[in-house]
């Protein structure tokens, strides 16, 4: 199967940045998008940003121009940096995968890491 991991997350101040990153591992056959998602407390998990096979990035309104996505397809590995923060991006942040395992044919699927918390405090 296919884990992936966060890492990255903590406590910065207003203003402040972080570095979230996301490596996928196992049994990879190809990888059609990453994104990343956030879920605050008390609220429904939100799509922050998206990166595909072909380098094409999105981002959800409330983070474009602070938020950037990219990729190391050497590694498996998406990243997410956050700047400009604010106590509102206070949320646990979810890595997710559109993957196709290595198995012939096997068809896209969604796998999510286990989330790594970020607090930004005012």
């Known amino acids: 199967q296919v884990q992936l991991v966060e890492s990255g997350g903590g406590l910065v101040q207003s203003g402040g940045s972080l570095r979230l990153s996301c490596a996928a591992s196992?049994?990879?056959?190809?990888?059609?998008?990453m994104n990343w998602y956030r879920q605050a407390p008390g609220k429904q998990r939100e799509f922050c940003a998206t990166?595909?096979?072909?380098?094409?990035?999105n981002y959800a309104d409330s983070v474009k121009g602070r938020f950037t996505i990219s990729r190391d397809s050497a590694k498996n590995t998406v990243y997410l940096q956050m700047n400009s923060l604010k106590p509102e991006d206070t949320a646990v942040y979810y890595c997710?995968?559109?993957?196709?395992?290595?198995?012939?044919?096997?068809?896209?699927?969604?796998?999510w890491g286990q989330g790594t918390q970020v607090t930004v405090s005012s």
């Open positions: 196992g049994s990879i056959g190809r990888i059609d998008a």
């Open positions: 997710n995968g559109i993957i196709a395992t290595a198995t012939l044919g096997a068809p896209l699927q969604s796998f």
């Open positions: 990166i595909n096979s072909g380098g094409f990035t």
